[in-house]
């Protein structure tokens, strides 16, 4: 597992509908990205939950804009007349986080457009597994791009890096959230994703998917933590979850119940 990593050449502008303020931005192959900065609110946490949860999208079969690495040079945005966005490029030097920007996609809506019972229950899972508490009908986090449903901004997942305690509970948790889930009503196949999940992502696979994570993102922690005991923490997040999937596979059932 690689990712490129391409350099800013640039600025665009900004996406506001998010809250961690991304861009839009040209890089050196000539492709345009939708760039997650480091210098967010919620910092290289978001990039490290954009990061896996695209890559593990990815493993499943699920389409995800190309996710590269995106360098910002120490020059980039001197120019830039907005003090906030000048502050955010100046305290995001360095190592960020980009999605391949599909031009002319429309956002997925859910009356409209139907999504096929496996698609739609492969996502809920993921996005259980994941503990993703985006992806609801108020933000939908998909688009449509030729006539294909494709999955976006991951930077929501993994909350528990958040508090960065008590990471065995939290890995346990059922996630309730999931009722909200914008898929769940098209989710009929939940039990046959699960195996063919479990199946995909084997410890293996998730050691791959945390030693993804450079060092200049898992830089984050006061404790005496180095990058390496920080995969280490995710890795067992992970697997844990994994094998305890009935938890929030039993979760996800449940709710749907109370749908249909």
């Keep these: 597992m690689t ?3 391409v350099n800013v050449t640039r600025y665009i502008t ?5 809250g961690s303020l991304p861009a839009l931005a040209e890089a050196d192959d000539d492709f345009k990205y939708v760039v997650k900065f480091r210098g967010s609110g919620h910092g290289t946490k978001m990039l490290i939950s954009e990061l896996v949860g695209g890559v593990v999208a990815k493993l499943l079969k ?6 590269v690495f995106v360098q910002l040079d120490e020059a980039f945005g001197q ?6 966005i000048q502050d955010l490029l100046q305290g995001s030097r360095g190592l960020n986080i980009g999605l391949h920007f599909l031009s002319g996609a429309l956002a997925f809506d859910p009356i409209t457009t139907k999504v096929d019972g496996m698609t739609a229950s492969m996502i809920v899972w993921m996005d259980a597994f994941l503990t993703n508490v985006d992806r609801t009908v108020k933000n939908t986090n998909m688009l449509m791009w030729h006539k294909d449903l494709w999955l976006i901004d991951h930077g929501a997942t993994l909350y528990f890096h958040h508090s960065w305690t008590n990471v065995e509970k939290q890995a346990m948790t059922p996630f309730a959230l999931i009722k909200d889930h914008v898929l769940l009503p098209f989710a009929d196949k939940l039990e046959e994703a699960n195996a063919i999940c479990k199946n995909i992502l084997t410890n293996d696979v998730i050691r791959e998917v945390v030693n ?5 993102f898992a830089n984050w922690t006061e404790e005496d933590e180095t990058p390496e005991t920080i995969r280490e923490t995710y890795f067992r997040f992970l697997t844990l979850r994994l094998e305890n999937s009935e938890n929030f596979l039993n979760e996800a059932l449940h709710a749907r119940q109370t749908l249909i």
């Design 62 to 67: 699920l389409r995800v804009p190309e996710l």
């Design 79 to 84: 120019t830039e007349g907005d003090e906030e």
């Design 212 to 216: 993804l994570i450079p060092d200049e």
């Design 3 to 5: 990712l490129r990593t």
């Design 14 to 18: 900004p996406l506001r509908e998010g």
